[in-house]
């Protein structure tokens, strides 16, 4: 998944199981237990919040305030592909299986949400039978029925109006695309996929052409979300997503504001895993990142919903006045630039080779925060979390020549046949001031050996049909562009396949941004895809992993770590990698 980068997205598997202790100590005001389970309020501590429950309580009310810097891609939930959508959007969507609602390494198992269990698989591992929940209904009181969730999914298939989501889906479901989608659907109901049938509103069942090891992971995403085909918009969905979770969207005015009440509708009976206990949601976007900052210190707002952390400028601030408030979990994100190969010279791996060569790690470190606000060097692009991943495997030396090696650079500017350097052109999101440091610092370390990088700032709003256009980046020149990701799901599937099967290549909402498209690549996904044991696909994504750094299309910059905010107020505040080290938004409170 993008982050609000990208971020993609999406559902990184982070550090080891921590068991969840209920942390109480008042660092700023609170009192004892009542008897609607209120435990201590205030500041808990440094790192309270990871991997454990920071001020557990069951007490509903009051306003939940978010603030960010961007705006969601899409709030559609088959649109939407960055990682702070895919929580944001569990307040007003609900799928047939979901991730538990529980801190760190334990979120990322898989528990029922609107089946009444994970599903019965048949024992070649081609069919999946699931049965819905009494009681799931709209926000118009009208039952949720299996026909609106393979609707929702349908929708996956109308790229040429929908684009921007994740595709899994449907290369899983019609691997042959035969399907045209619902917009395009003869049927009479519109439901003609025929790789999920409904035998009635309660029963969904799904037939794959072929196994797939993480099918169930697929269907946890927001993808897989009911929409209701009297109330699809097409591209306007977006603006006005229909609720079947526990709050629904009263007003959205993009890049400006969002608001959420109660979903009168839902039935808390229904649904084990969001605990819907602010009666309000309330959403501010802005484009000052740094007046974000002061205005979440001050206590105007409770948590930053894009969660890409405190900005420098504020950074010392809270790390000197404010630790109490703040926690630093690892992401689950690479941050990393990556060469689309159809932007000449970068069609040619050497000059590739040249910029990663050239590259000063420890600078572009610094430039996102140093080990604790940015992370640790990576040397490759696969997560330390993910089955296959080996944090050792250096091919291009970064971990020993941290701050490049001009000699081997020069060396490949020969070897491309620009043995004088070249120029070329960085993309990079305006809205982010990190990503914005980031290319300078890369700016910077290019020119000692030649290569000219002008720096492109581009509306980080426009992320999907901009550089999610490959006609649109072969047309800017954009040879590298600044980016992050974190894994959909966790595994070789979940992070890799968008960045570099061939197959999910797209025409916009693209995010194999290299444009890499190995025939050996993509066949090591087709056999790893068949794994069910992780350990066992892990070893084809090992090898995908190699043959994305032999290819040399992306240098990995850090394995991300973030310094978050968490006002006085919240309740229930934890970590959890299943949200890439995100706080689980549909578990927050506020002391009002």
Known sequence: ????????????????????????????????????????????????????????????????????????????????????????????????????????????????????????????????????????????????????????????????????????????????????????????????????????????????????????????????????ADKDTKAKYTLDPFSNGPYKIDSYTPNKSMSLSRNEEWDAKTDEVRKALPDKITVTFTTNADDMDNRLIEGEYDLDINATGVGQAARAKVLQQHKENADNPQTGFIRYAVFPQTVKPLDNVDCRKAIIYAADHKSLQTARGGPQAGGDIASNMLPPAIPGADPKYDPYDVLKDTTGNVEKAKQALKDCGKPNGFKTTIAVRNNKPVEIATAESLQQSLKKVGIDAQIDQFDGAQTSGIIGSPKVVKDKGYGIIIMGWGADFPSGQGFLQPLVDGRFILESGNNNFSELDDKAINELFDKALLETDPQKAGEYYKQINEKVSEAAVYLPFTHEKNIIWRSSRLTNVYTADAYNGRYDYASLGVVK
């Open 1 to 228: 998944m993008t982050t609000n980068s990208s971020s993609r997205r999406r559902l990184a598997a982070g550090s080891a199981l921590v068991v969840a202790a209920l942390l109480g100590t008042a660092a700023c005001g609170g009192g004892g237990k009542d008897d609607e389970g209120e435990g201590k309020t205030g500041a808990p501590g440094f790192n309270a919040a990871v991997g454990k429950v920071a001020n557990a309580s069951s007490k509903k009310g009051g306003t939940l305030k978010f603030i960010g810097s961007q705006d969601a891609d899409f709030w559609d939930p088959q649109r939407g592909y960055y990682g702070f959508m895919w929580d944001f959007s569990r307040y007003y969507t609900r799928q047939l299986v979901t991730y538990k609602a529980a801190p760190g390494a334990e979120s990322t198992e898989l528990v029922p949400d609107m089946a009444t269990d994970t599903g019965k698989v048949s024992d070649d591992g081609k069919t999946y039978t699931f049965t819905l929940k009494d009681g799931l209904k709209w926000e118009d009181g009208k039952p949720v029925t299996s026909k609106d969730i393979k609707y929702g999914i349908e929708r996956i298939w109308a790229q040429d109006v929908l684009s921007g989501g994740p595709i899994y889906l449907q290369q899983v479901l019609d691997p042959e695309s035969e399907y045209k989608g619902p917009y395009k659907d003869k049927s009479a109901d519109k439901l003609g996929l025929k790789a999920i049938e409904t035998p009635d509103d309660k029963t969904i069942v799904f037939k794959l052409p072929k196994p797939n090891g993480d099918f169930l992971q697929m269907l946890a995403m927001p993808s897989a979300t009911p929409v209701r």
